[in-house]
C-alpha cells in the first residue's frame, strides 16, 4: 500500500450530490440566502482589495423572470478570474475562504440550486479581463442520474456525474473594466414553485438578507445602529435589490397581537458578556405594551438569530431558550451572534456544537426566563388590571347617564356594575404593588432590565384616551394612582358587599319639578307626555 492512496474517484458515489443539494436543506428559499451570502463576500473583497471604493457601491441584484422560469442574482463584487474559475466551481468543499472573516466558507452553497432547476449556469468575469468565463451545470441529467444510481443498480461516482453533466465555456468582452458574478437558475420545477412566488420571496428576503431597516423604522433604526456602534460591532448593510427595488429589513412600529393592535415606542438592549468581559452577543428588542402574544402572520414576530447580520434559521431559531414556548412569540428583535467561535452549521439554522455555543446558550437562557419572561408575564399582568379597571368605569358611566336622565337603572346592571367594581378595586391594589416594587429596586439600584421596562409599560398606560377612562398616571416619587371613577360621573369603586344602588327618583316627583320650572301648557303636555309612557 505503499505510495498509494487510500481514496480514489470511486470513493464518493453520486448520492453524496443529493445530499449536498436537495438533501442539504428544509426550505427551498434557502437558495436565496446562500447565494446572497457569496454575493456579499464577494462585494466584502473587493472592498478590500480597492476594485470598490465603500460597502455602498456593492450591488447585489436578484430578478426572477416567471415566464422563462429563471432566477438571476448578480454581483459587482471582484468576479473569479478565469484562471481559477474552473478550478474554484467545481472543487466541491474547498473554499479558500475564512469561516471567522467571511460569511461562506464551506464551498458547498453554490451547488444548492442544482435540486430546483433543469439548468444551472456561473458566469464571471474579474477586472482587467477580455473575456468572460461560463459553467453550465445540467441539473436536471444530474437528478436523473443520482436517481438510476438509487433506484436502478447504476453505481456513478460523484466525478462521474459531475463530468457528465457540467460544459465549461468563454466569450470575449471590450469591458475590461467589468467584474461580477452571476448565477441564473434556469428552467425552476413545479415542484419548486415557490421560489417563483414574488410576495413570498420578498418577505423572506426582509428578514433574512443582510439590509438596512426601513427610514419609517426611526427612532429605533439609529437607536440599533448606535447601540452597535458603541460596541464596536457595525451592523453589515448590503445594497440589494428585487426586481430592481431596494430590498429593507420590514421592521415597523405597528405589531398586532392575539388581542389587538399595539405599538413598538422605544426599543431596549442587553449585552451578553462571558466571565472575561468578552461580547459573546447583543440583543435589541422592541417595547410594547406587551398585552399579548404576537398574531403567527405578524412578520416580523419574534426574536431572530443573526450572524454577520444573515438570519440564522427561521423566526424560532431561539425558541427552545424560552421556557415557555408562547416567550418568544412576545418580542420583536434581533440577537446578533459576534463571538467568532459561534460557527454556523452547514444547513445555516444554528450553530455548530463548540464552547462558545454552550456559554451562548446558558448566557441567553439565563436572560430569557429570568427577564424577558418576567417582562411578558408582568405587562400582560398590568394590561389586564387596566382592562378590569376599564369595564368598571364603563359600567358607571352607564349607570351616571342612565341617572342623568331619570332612567331607571335596572338591577342587572346594578349587580354588573358592583362585581365589576370589586375585581377592578382588587386589580388597582395589585397594580399599586407592581408600581411600587419596581420603584423601589429602581430608587435602589437593585433592579434587573426586566424592572425598568416594567416601569416603562405603566407609565404607556398613564394617559388616558377615548377608549380607556381610567386615569393612570406616576408621580415624581414613582407612587401609582389609579383611579377608577370616571372624572363625569365621581362614582366610587367599592366591594359587592358595600355596594349601594343608585337613588331612584319617583314619577311624582318628577311632575312636581316640572310644575316648579315650566309654563303652565308646558308643563301639562310633559306631564301628560311622561304618564303616558308610564302606563
Known amino acids: 500500500m505503499s505510495g498509494q492512496s487510500l481514496y480514489g474517484e470511486n470513493t464518493f458515489k453520486a448520492n453524496i450530490l443529493e445530499n449536498l443539494t436537495t438533501g442539504m436543506y428544509q426550505d427551498s428559499k434557502v437558495i436565496y440566502r446562500e447565494y446572497i451570502q457569496n454575493a456579499c463576500d464577494s462585494v466584502d473583497m473587493a472592498v478590500h482589495s480597492h476594485v470598490l471604493p465603500d460597502l455602498k457601491a456593492g450591488k447585489i441584484e436578484i430578478w426572477i423572470d416567471r415566464d422563462t422560469r429563471t432566477i438571476t442574482i448578480e454581483d459587482n463584487g471582484t468576479g473569479i478570474p478565469s484562471t481559477e474559475f474552473i478550478t474554484m466551481l467545481t472543487t466541491i468543499g474547498g473554499s479558500l475562504k475564512q469561516f471567522d472573516q467571511n460569511k461562506g466558507f464551506r464551498g458547498m452553497g453554490r451547488l444548492c440550486g442544482l435540486g430546483y432547476c433543469t439548468k444551472l449556469v456561473f458566469t464571471s468575469s474579474a477586472k482587467g479581463e477580455k473575456k468572460e468565463s461560463i459553467l453550465t451545470c445540467d441539473a436536471l441529467t444530474m437528478r436523473n442520474m443520482i436517481n438510476d444510481h438509487n433506484t436502478h443498480d447504476k453505481d456513478y461516482t460523484a466525478l462521474e456525474v459531475l463530468r457528465a453533466t457540467t460544459e465549461f465555456d468563454t466569450r470575449n468582452t471590450t469591458e475590461m473594466d467589468s467584474h461580477f458574478f452571476k448565477v441564473e437558475l434556469i428552467g425552476i420545477s413545479e415542484d419548486n414553485k415557490d421560489l417563483l412566488d414574488k410576495p413570498q420571496v420578498k418577505d423572506y428576503l426582509a428578514f433574512v438578507a443582510p439590509v438596512p431597516y426601513r427610514n419609517k423604522f426611526e427612532p429605533m433604526r439609529s437607536k440599533i445602529r448606535n447601540h452597535a456602534i458603541s460596541l464596536g460591532q457595525a451592523i453589515d448593510e448590503y445594497n440589494v435589490t428585487f426586481d430592481g427595488e431596494t430590498v429593507y429589513k420590514e421592521y415597523t412600529s405597528l405589531v398586532s397581537t392575539s388581542k389587538g393592535d399595539d405599538e413598538i415606542t422605544d426599543v431596549d438592549f442587553y449585552d451578553f458578556k462571558d466571565e472575561n468581559g468578552n461580547l459573546i452577543a447583543w440583543l435589541w428588542f422592541g417595547l410594547t405594551k406587551f398585552q399579548a402574544v404576537l398574531k403567527k402572520d405578524n412578520k416580523q414576530r419574534g426574536l431572530r438569530l443573526r450572524k454577520e447580520n444573515i438570519q440564522v434559521g427561521n423566526e424560532d431559531a431561539l425558541q427552545k431558550l424560552f421556557t415557555e414556548d408562547r416567550g418568544q412569540h412576545y418580542f420583536v428583535g434581533e440577537v446578533f451572534a459576534v463571538d467568532k467561535g459561534l460557527v454556523p452549521n452547514s444547513q445555516r439554522d444554528y450553530f455548530n456544537e463548540s464552547h462558545s455555543r454552550t456559554v451562548f446558550e446558558r448566557l441567553l437562557r439565563a436572560y430569557f426566563n429570568v427577564n424577558l419572561s418576567k417582562i411578558y408575564k408582568e405587562g400582560s399582568n398590568i394590561n389586564a388590571a387596566i382592562a378590569d379597571i376599564e369595564k368598571a368605569n364603563s359600567l358607571s358611566q352607564q349607570i351616571a347617564s342612565a341617572q342623568s336622565k331619570g332612567e331607571t337603572i335596572a338591577p342587572e346592571l346594578q349587580q354588573k356594575y358592583a362585581l365589576a367594581a370589586q375585581k377592578a378595586e382588587k386589580k388597582q391594589q395589585e397594580l399599586t404593588k407592581i408600581k411600587e416594587k ?43 394612582t389609579v383611579s377608577t371613577q370616571p372624572p363625569e360621573t365621581k362614582l366610587n369603586v367599592a ?17 312636581e319639578i316640572i310644575r316648579s320650572n315650566a309654563s303652565g301648557e308646558l308643563a301639562d303636555l310633559l306631564i301628560a307626555k311622561i304618564e303616558e309612557a308610564t302606563k
Do not use: C, W, Y
Open 438 to 480: 419596581v420603584s423601589q429596586k429602581i430608587e435602589t439600584g437593585d433592579f434587573q432590565p426586566a424592572e425598568m421596562v416594567i416601569n416603562r409599560i405603566i407609565e404607556r398606560v398613564d394617559k388616558p384616551t377615548h377608549h380607556n377612562p381610567v386615569e393612570v398616571h406616576v408621580t415624581p416619587e414613582h407612587k401609582l
Open 495 to 511: 366591594p359587592l358587599t358595600a355596594a349601594k344602588p343608585p337613588k331612584l327618583v319617583s314619577i311624582d316627583k318628577v311632575k
